[in-house]
């Protein structure tokens, strides 16, 4: 009943920028927070970002100063601005959401699809 749908992967130069979405929609209760993980090719999923409802971020030290993580909570939808990126930022981007469905159910992680972001020259 929880969907989260993802947009805004693709190819760019080292040193520039993308930015992704993702917007949950189906039957939300509430939400505590959305975030973005990656993985990359033969490696583990990683944490990226988070950001609650009520603005509290959390950034991966490997992205600090270079993404910066927003929402938009009327729409329910959670962005990742990317700058500065490298060719090690090059992996699949998941967007990942604490979702209470209702008042009679507990809060579960929710993900989308993967978005590619690759960063070649």
């Known amino acids: 009943q929880v969907d989260l749908v993802e947009s805004g992967g693709g190819l760019v130069q080292p040193g520039g920028s993308l930015r992704i979405s993702c917007a949950a929609s189906?039957?939300?209760?509430?939400?505590?927070?959305m975030g973005w993980y990656r993985q990359a090719p033969g490696k583990q999923r990683e944490f990226v970002a988070t950001?609650?409802?009520?603005?509290?971020?959390n950034y991966a030290d490997s992205v600090k100063g270079r993404f910066t993580i927003s929402r938009d909570n009327a729409k329910n939808t959670v962005y990742l601005q990317m700058n500065s990126l490298k060719p090690e930022d090059t992996a699949v981007y998941y967007c990942?959401?604490?979702?209470?469905?209702?008042?009679?159910?507990?809060?579960?992680?929710?993900w989308g699809q993967g978005t590619q972001v690759t960063v070649s020259s």
């Open positions: 189906g039957n939300i209760f509430s939400i505590k927070a």
């Open positions: 950001i609650t409802s009520a603005g509290t971020t």
């Open positions: 990942n959401a604490e979702i209470q469905p209702t008042r009679w159910e507990i809060r579960t992680d929710y």
